[in-house]
């Protein structure tokens, strides 16, 4: 085995360090060389378990030994249920210790703004190099000052629906409003598929269903300036009187109890005919066709479409879930950690990964919108560009640590969850203003 | 052996493989009592007094995650308080702890009832009577969740089937039926410790008192209210109070199971101020909504163990 002297060391080392210093992974692969870290360089990556497995397949058997290659470093993914982030990442930052770079959902990456390192120098090459980022997922990820997270992917949310269902109740296409969804549920629930959605507490499917149905009808957590709660509305309040009877008539009621991986499987089984969901439910059909199947025995995959969510009377929004990788203020391989974050987001790194995904995972960055990967299925097309129709949490305010701990508490979710359990409409709006009241006062 | 420990106790006493001449410090009661303590109280003060103090400084603070916060007095109390969650949590906590410690009493107390008897196979039955007890929470609450589950629940594939019920039964969906739910699996896995436990204090109770009673023209129920019942009172209210203290703190099987859902509909102190601390990272107001179950359960324990001194006493 070669030996490494001293002098050589400190020239691999000022290879490396210069050509992060100067061109990022640019330079490091202009250098022909991977960057030099201390012998036994190790990153540990936390994230979930993939709604596509595909996915995690990919990072375990392909990327992430083309990124130890790359850079010379060991990584170590490590991925549990997407539940569990919230008390890994609490517990590693309580006693800095831990993974060095912890996925976040959403603007989760806000509560934990002082622990985390500044990843502006990753992300701002990203965006300006890749169409720039999308407004919502740079709301997330941003404080107003400093990156706190490298934007990784949205997991945007259609609804997913059997068109042979809709057919036979006489809708053709998807409905366009509320009042059209309400009334096509109506039928669908009487040939006994309702729609299908959650209003449990959930991480995904929870608040990306309530914010977004609560944003089209003109509601909204607080007044731009962040800190005025303005939930008791009028908008909202039609809000959830529309919910109560919508949900009565059209949906599912079980969908109180349900997890996020619930409706993939109500859905995959034949149970209900729509949902908002990210696209893994498709994925899934599409991958097992044989297992998936309508009631005369086709690929329930070919009877699957996507559509937008129906508009309100302020439009048509949309949720859409965003994913971050936070490297962690302990962690004690910040150079390592940050060349691999730019390694992730080159195009060349990213998009196998990305297609992999098949439209599940969206690019944080506007150029992804091009991949041609979004030519390949035309079901998945409506997927391409609807993260511009994306908003963020803490509207009409910005994503503050305030606005994450009202999600976190589930109390928009819970307004509506109240009221299909037969609180009045205006005691549920009035509970959630109180609720609101208490986390903005402080 | 027998000669070399005699020699010990003769000339010294032998601790961690070296032998203290007589009159060394271990010699004298007090020392030798404050060794044999100390591992223990190192234990108890490591695992449960440092936590405890630490979860008491905390919810005085306005701590977050990674932030170390300043002492801001009742505050956190004060908020907790004014909380309609929290308010529905004690709520919740408080009707749970009663509902289950009573049907685990009085079917704990039928199950010792019949596997004191004698019968074929009595091993047997009263080692998988420990089964749900054994199993971890986690897991068999995953399993309970599956049979609640809204749309492939085999409770509700059961009774369609048997033509009991004709539209699905919306388990965990309902905020009466979910809280029933949560009942029922505490019941199903608290009832083990209950039966075993009082089966163990059944079999200290001379089959000749219940013999001469039965002499005397006592029947079944009279026996057992004034033989079985007084005698298994000791053993019968230390039981109840270490599940009242377990049920109290519960917090894995709601978790796994409902979340505390739906609408807050089942959350209890655990669930609640893990939410609050850890899923948004408040963790001084996480400690005084943990620290809010203290004043109430010393309560109770309080009052438990004077009775327990009271009846012992008699």
Redesign the interface.
């Known amino acids: 085995m070669a030996r490494t002297t001293r002098r050589r060391l400190l020239q691999v080392s000022g290879t490396g360090a210069i050509a992060a210093g100067t061109g990022g992974l640019a330079g490091i692969l202009a250098s022909g060389r991977a960057p030099a870290f201390a012998q036994g360089t190790s990153l540990h990556w936390l994230r979930w378990n993939d709604f596509v497995p595909a996915g995690d397949e990919h990072l375990r058997k392909v990327a992430l030994p083309a990124a130890e290659k790359a850079l010379g470093i060991k990584i170590i993914l490590e991925s549990i249920g997407g539940?569990d982030l919230?008390?890994r990442?609490?517990a590693a930052?309580?006693s800095k210790a831990g993974a060095d770079i912890i996925m976040g959902f959403n603007s989760t990456c806000q509560?934990?703004s002082?622990?985390l390192a500044d990843v502006s120098d990753v992300c701002e090459p990203i965006g300006s190099s890749q169409g720039g980022f999308y407004d919502a997922i740079k709301a997330n990820n941003f404080d107003g000052t400093k990156w706190l997270a490298v934007p990784h992917m949205f997991g945007p949310g259609m609804n997913v629906y059997r068109k042979s269902w809709f057919d036979e109740v006489g809708v053709t296409s998807f409905p366009d409003t509320w009042d059209e969804y309400r009334a096509a549920g109506k039928k669908l629930k009487a040939k006994g598929h309702p729609i299908g959605q959650t209003?449990?507490?959930?991480f995904g499917d929870a608040p990306g269903f309530a914010y977004a149905y609560m944003w089209s009808w003109g509601g909204k957590e607080v007044e731009p300036d962040g800190k005025t709660v303005a939930i008791n509305s009028k908008e909202t309040l039609e809000s959830v009187k529309f919910m109560t009877a919508f949900w009565k008539e059209a949906l599912?009621?079980?969908?109180?109890?349900?997890?996020d991986s619930?409706n993939n499987?109500?859905f995959l089984?034949g149970?209900i005919a729509s949902t908002l969901n990210g696209a893994s439910i498709y994925i899934e059909g599409r991958r097992k066709p044989a297992q998936y199947q309508t009631e005369d025995g086709k690929a329930m995959a070919d009877d699957m479409r996507h559509a937008p969510n129906p508009k309100g009377p302020a439009g048509r929004v949309h949720f859409h879930g965003t994913q971050s990788n936070m490297l962690m203020?302990y962690s004690k391989n910040q150079k390592a950690a940050k060349d691999f974050l730019r390694w992730v987001h080159t195009p060349e790194n990213y998009g196998p990964w990305f297609r992999v995904e098949k439209g599940f995972a969206s690019g944080p960055t506007k150029s992804w919108e091009n991949d041609p990967m979004w030519k390949d299925d035309p079901v998945m097309l409506p997927f391409k560009d609807t993260a511009a129709t994306a908003r963020a949490t803490g509207y009409a305010g910005r994503p503050t640590?305030k606005a994450?701990?009202v999600l976190?508490?589930?109390i928009v979710v819970?307004m509506y969850?109240?009221a299909v359990?037969g609180m009045p409409a205006e005691d549920c709006v009035k509970?959630a203003e109180?609720?609101l009241k208490?986390v903005y006062s402080? | 052996m027998a000669s070399a420990r005699g020699t010990t106790i003769q000339d010294g006493v032998t601790f961690f493989g070296r032998v203290h001449k007589k009159g060394g410090i271990l010699e004298d009661e007090r020392w030798f009592a404050a060794a044999l303590l100390s591992p223990t109280a190192v234990l108890l003060g490591l695992f449960i007094a440092y936590p405890f103090f630490e979860g008491i400084w905390l919810s005085l603070t306005n701590t977050?995650?990674?932030?170390p916060g300043e002492f801001v007095g009742l505050r956190n109390f004060e908020?907790v308080w004014?909380?309609?969650?929290f308010r529905e949590a004690v709520w919740n906590t408080c009707w749970y702890t009663f509902v289950t410690t009573v049907i685990k009493l009085i079917l704990g107390l039928w199950l010792a009832q019949l596997l004191n008897r004698n019968f074929k196979g009595k091993a047997l039955v009263r080692a998988f009577v420990l089964l749900p007890f054994i199993i971890p929470t986690v897991l068999s609450t995953f399993a309970w969740k599956w049979m609640?589950?809204?749309?492939?629940s085999v409770l509700n594939w059961m009774l369609f089937h048997a033509g009991i019920i004709t539209t699905?039964i919306?388990?965990?969906?309902?905020?009466d039926l979910?809280f029933s739910a949560i009942i029922v699996v505490n019941v199903w896995r608290g009832l083990p410790f209950y039966a075993i436990s009082l089966l163990a204090g059944l079999q200290t109770i001379s089959p000749e008192l219940q013999e001469a009673a039965a002499i005397d023209g006592a029947n079944g129920w009279q026996r057992f209210r004034h033989i079985t019942w007084p005698l298994l009172l000791p053993v019968t209210l230390v039981v109840t109070l270490f599940s009242v203290i377990q049920t109290f703190a519960d917090f894995q099987l709601v978790y796994v199971l409902?979340?505390?859902?739906?609408?807050?509909?089942t959350h209890l102190f655990a669930t609640y101020a893990?939410?609050?601390?850890?899923?948004?990272?408040?963790?001084s107001e996480g400690a005084a909504i943990s620290l809010a179950i203290f004043p109430v359960l010393m309560a109770v324990v309080v009052l438990q163990l004077m009775y327990i001194r009271r009846v012992e006493t008699r």
């Open positions: 539940n919230a008390p990442t609490t930052i309580q509560l934990y002082e622990s209003l449990g507490h959930t599912d009621e079980g969908g109180l109890a349900w997890d619930s499987r109500a089984s149970t203020g640590q994450a701990e976190n508490k589930y819970d969850a109240k359990q509970w109180a609720e208490k402080v | 977050r995650v990674g932030v908020k004014n909380d309609s969650i609640f589950d809204p749309t492939f699905r919306n388990w965990l969906g309902d905020p979910a409902t979340g505390g859902g739906p609408a807050n509909a893990y939410q609050i601390g850890i899923g948004t990272g408040l963790l």
